[in-house]
């Protein structure tokens, strides 16, 4: 069976984070670990806490997991701080995955911030670079590349600009434009565009996190970079179609449609 590690927050309401990682990973069929670097107090509506691991202790948990099983694929989500990131990016940097998938979370759906503004520059200094696949959405997307996005060209110019500050890949995604969901992926030589139809619900709570966990479920399974973005993209959008209207605010994404409905 395939390895695959989440390093992420904690949404205790299960929607995203470390639980939508575990989720998606267990509905590819690999087996699921999860280094936890903050505990957020979080529903579908609002952020109440937040409240960072040491980096000590996420440390510790990064030992624990590679000097045990070590995984094929990893995926990072939320870094809400500098001493998160270095820490992460140290024992990354010692352990050397082969396929690192690395989600640069800043907001919650409802606008909460879940990294800290300040902390831009540690991103891009010790984590961006390590990535095999970094997945920014469109307001992440202009805050590293630092230009506005308004139209498809604007999502190449910042995926070229974000290329080159130093990761394989990068994914735009453009679930923030209008339009159908146009992603697009430069791997510093041509562009792919992953284009799937828009669904018109507010239940998207989630869906950045369930994306990368599920490209690093499909490297780890063995697909090339643009095979492993389509089929998670197609997941995502099976998950969306299928979300659940749970909760007061952005409900979750389902991710055990073929098996279960909102009614059971
Ligand atoms: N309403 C939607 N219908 C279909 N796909 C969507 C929808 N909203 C987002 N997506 C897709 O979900 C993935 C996550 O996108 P996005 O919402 O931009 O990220 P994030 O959750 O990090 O803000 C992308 O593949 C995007 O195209
Ligand atoms: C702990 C945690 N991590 C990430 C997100 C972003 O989720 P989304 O996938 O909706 O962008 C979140 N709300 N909470």
Same mark, same amino acid.
């Given at each position: 069976m395939?390895?695959?590690l989440?390093?992420?927050?904690?949404?205790?309401?299960g @929607?995203? +984070?470390?639980?939508? $990682?575990?989720?998606?990973?267990?509905?590819?069929?690999?087996?699921?670990?999860?280094?936890?670097v903050?505990?957020?107090a979080?529903?579908?509506? *609002?952020?109440?806490?937040?409240e $960072?691991?040491?980096p000590?202790?996420?440390?510790? /948990?990064? $030992?624990?997991?590679?000097?045990?099983?070590?995984?094929d694929?990893?995926k990072? %989500?939320?870094?809400?701080?500098?001493?998160?990131? /270095?820490?992460?990016?140290?024992?990354? *940097?010692q352990?050397? #995955?082969?396929?690192?998938?690395?989600? #640069?979370?800043?907001?919650?759906?409802?606008?909460?911030?879940?990294?800290n503004p300040?902390?831009? @520059?540690?991103l891009?200094?010790y984590?961006?670079?390590?990535?095999?696949?970094l997945?920014?959405n469109? #307001? =992440?997307a202009?805050?590293? !590349? &630092?230009?506005?996005i308004?139209?498809?060209?604007?999502m =190449?110019?910042?995926?070229? *600009?974000?290329?080159a500050? +130093?990761c394989?890949?990068?994914?735009?995604k +453009?679930?923030?434009?209008?339009?159908?969901?146009? $992603?697009?992926?430069?791997d %510093? /030589?041509?562009?792919?565009?992953?284009?799937?139809? *828009?669904?018109?619900? &507010?239940?998207?709570?989630?869906?950045?996190?369930?994306?990368s966990s599920?490209?690093?479920?499909?490297?780890?399974?063995?697909?090339?970079v643009v &095979?492993?973005? +389509?089929?998670?993209?197609?997941?995502?959008?099976?998950?969306?179609?299928?979300?659940?209207?749970?909760?007061? @605010?952005?409900?979750?994404?389902?991710?055990?449609? !073929?098996?279960?409905?909102?009614?059971?």
């Amino acid at each position: 069976m395939k390895k695959v590690l989440t390093i992420a927050g904690s949404d205790c309401s299960g @929607g995203a +984070g470390i639980q939508a $990682d575990l989720k998606t990973m267990s509905a590819h069929g690999v087996f699921a670990m999860s280094v936890i670097v903050s505990v957020v107090a979080e529903n579908t509506a *609002r952020v109440i806490s937040i409240e $960072d691991i040491s980096p000590k202790v996420i440390e510790d /948990q990064m $030992d624990a997991v590679f000097e045990d099983i070590f995984p094929d694929a990893v995926k990072v %989500g939320m870094l809400s701080t500098p001493p998160c990131m /270095q820490a992460v990016a140290r024992k990354l *940097r010692q352990y050397q #995955p082969k396929h690192l998938v690395i989600d #640069p979370v800043m907001y919650a759906k409802n606008g909460a911030p879940l990294m800290n503004p300040d902390a831009v @520059g540690a991103l891009i200094e010790y984590i961006l670079p390590l990535a095999t696949v970094l997945t920014p959405n469109i #307001p =992440e997307a202009e805050c590293i !590349a &630092k230009m506005e996005i308004h139209s498809v060209s604007d999502m =190449e110019e910042a995926a070229r *600009r974000i290329h080159a500050m +130093g990761c394989k890949n990068v994914l735009v995604k +453009g679930g923030h434009a209008v339009g159908n969901a146009l $992603d697009v992926l430069y791997d %510093g /030589q041509s562009f792919h565009h992953f284009e799937n139809e *828009r669904i018109d619900t &507010k239940n998207t709570h989630g869906t950045g996190c369930t994306l990368s966990s599920a490209i690093a479920s499909n490297l780890a399974l063995g697909h090339d970079v643009v &095979k492993a973005v +389509g089929l998670a993209k197609d997941y995502v959008t099976e998950g969306i179609r299928h979300s659940l209207a749970i909760g007061k @605010g952005c409900g979750p994404l389902n991710h055990f449609h !073929a098996f279960f409905s909102e009614e059971d």
